[in-house]
């Protein structure tokens, strides 16, 4: 597995010009970090864990709108604004990565469910706070917008012109905005090995200088990689052969190792399940869907009526698999079903949670979810017959002082769209075959690659 982290920088020198002699790498990994952890500028040492779990929760059901909100786009009744995407910031996985020449450090949240790559830039008309310092394209000797007849800017669908500019628009969920240049630049990627730094010419991203409304975070950017023409790994799709796997290490091991890897190197293993083929705008079918058949705790089988876990035409229903969902999201029938029989099979006694609440909850601890024989192994049957078998660490997570609750949830409103959240995927090799279209999902220690 140490060979998956390695790649080759060709440098090609080109003697007569100015032009910056790097090749783009076909193959390159960054480590990830997690919101809350030390190093992370979300890092609030004082938050307690039940702050810690409610925002979590509220972040997971923010990010569940927002799926939502993209993957039933085309249906009139939700959002008026079908030009523009619509997206919270959340997400929990920061990559690091440099911008510019000279380069500057930026965070930026990976996020395989938006397209565009942005990040807050000088001069800001109106920004949020962030703690690194702002992107100042004046600075950066690579830095170029790019024209409004050009192919890029009309690939984007939310895009103006100004003074022969591209600008875009982004309109969020909660109707907060983020708006700026279309640009692109040098982004610098520091490998898992720090002595080795990668640089990629002309990456087109979003300069952000006006963003409003309601940022309760402070975020630099984005990293898109979704499906889009415009996301990261489309962009450098024929390069880094349309693949890329990310492991996320223990949520709960704060200094546990998280590292995604773009390229060749890329983690594909065991057996994989294909992505579903989805008609419809490209909002939606640019998003990663898999085909769930089945569910197992312990032993038994679920036998979940065939259909529950389909795509329905208006974009209800599916199965999402996401890197910025923390929870994971259950058709409710499909819940049910789950929640009832993993309550036969617990020794542990049930802990009432405030009426009203969704989530399963026992008496229990930290060992419980170690021990192997308390809580049920649950498992995933996807189509292409990869089974993924999540451990009581996956599933359940200390709420507080006495009880572990289920880190499933039943969809909360009528869309009966599944989401396969980031707890659910802690120590997996994630990986994303885009042209051959398969999702390969192994287990793995992410802290030993
Ligand atoms: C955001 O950044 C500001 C300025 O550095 C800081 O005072 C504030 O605590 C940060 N907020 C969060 C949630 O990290
Ligand atoms: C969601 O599932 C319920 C129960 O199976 C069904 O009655 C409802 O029509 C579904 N909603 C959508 C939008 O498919």
């Known amino acids: 597995m140490a060979a998956i982290i390695l790649f080759l920088l060709l440098l090609s020198i080109i003697t007569s010009t100015s032009a910056i002699p790097i090749n783009t790498p076909k193959s390159f990994s960054a480590k990830l970090i997690h919101r809350d952890s030390p190093d992370s500028p979300f890092y ?6 039940a702050n810690r779990r409610r925002s979590a929760h509220q972040r997971s059901l923010q990010r569940y709108n927002y799926l939502r909100h993209r993957a039933t786009k085309s249906s009139s009744s939700i959002t008026p604004q079908a030009q523009s995407d619509i997206y919270p910031i959340t997400g929990d996985y920061m990559m690091q990565l440099n911008l510019g020449t000279p380069p500057m450090t930026m965070m ?21 706070p962030q703690n690194l310092p702002i992107f100042d394209p004046s600075r950066s000797s690579t830095y170029k917008t790019i024209s409004c007849d050009s192919e890029n800017c009309n690939k984007f669908h939310a895009r103006a012109c100004e003074q022969n500019i591209c600008i875009y628009t982004i309109e969020y969920a909660d109707e907060s905005t983020s708006e700026g240049y279309i640009a692109t630049d040098y982004f610098g990627v520091a490998s898992s090995k720090d ?3 990668i640089s990629i010419p002309d990456i087109l991203f979003g ?12 975020i630099t950017g984005i990293i898109g990689l979704d499906m889009r023409p415009l996301s990261f790994i489309s962009q450098l799709g024929d390069t880094l052969d349309w693949r890329f796997s990310y492991c996320f290490g223990r949520a709960t091991h704060t200094d546990s190792s998280s590292l995604i890897v773009f390229g060749d190197d890329a983690a594909m293993f065991g057996t994989p399940t294909p992505m579903v083929k989805q008609d419809g705008p490209e909002a939606v079918t640019s998003i990663y869907y898999l085909n769930l058949l ?9 036998y979940v009526p065939q259909g529950t876990f389909s795509l329905s035409s208006e974009g209800g229903g599916g199965v999402i698999i996401d890197s910025g969902t923390e929870m994971t999201f259950l058709h409710p029938d499909a819940y049910e079903l789950l929640a009832w029989k ?22 229990g601890n930290a060992e419980h979810l ?7 192994v649950i498992t995933l049957h996807f189509q292409g017959g990869l089974d993924v078998e999540l451990q009581p660490w996956h599933t359940f997570r200390v709420q507080n002082a006495e009880a572990i609750c289920l880190t499933l949830l039943p969809s909360h409103d009528m869309a009966n769209i599944s989401i396969i959240g980031n707890l659910a995927q802690q120590n997996m090799f994630v990986g994303y075959a885009i042209k051959e279209r398969l999702v390969y999902i192994f287990p793995g220690n992410c802290d030993a690659s």
Do not use: H
């Not at 609030?44 to 864990?49: H, I, Y």
């Not at 993993?342 to 008496?363: D, F």
């Open 342 to 363: 993993v309550y036969e099979k617990m020794t542990l006694m049930p802990w009432n949670a405030k009426s009203g609440e969704t989530q399963r909850c026992y008496m």
């Open 294 to 302: 089945d569910i197992s705790v312990g032993e038994d089988r679920l």
């Open 370 to 376: 170690e021990d192997g024989v308390t809580v049920p």
């Open 108 to 128: 930026a949240i990976i996020d395989t469910g938006s397209e565009l790559t942005w990040f807050q830039c000088e001069p800001c008309d109106t920004c949020f």
């Open 207 to 218: 300069c952000s200088y006006t963003a409003m409304g309601n940022f309760r975070e402070n």
């Open 195 to 197: 002595s080795e730094k």
């Open 44 to 49: 609030n040492p004082t938050a307690t864990l």
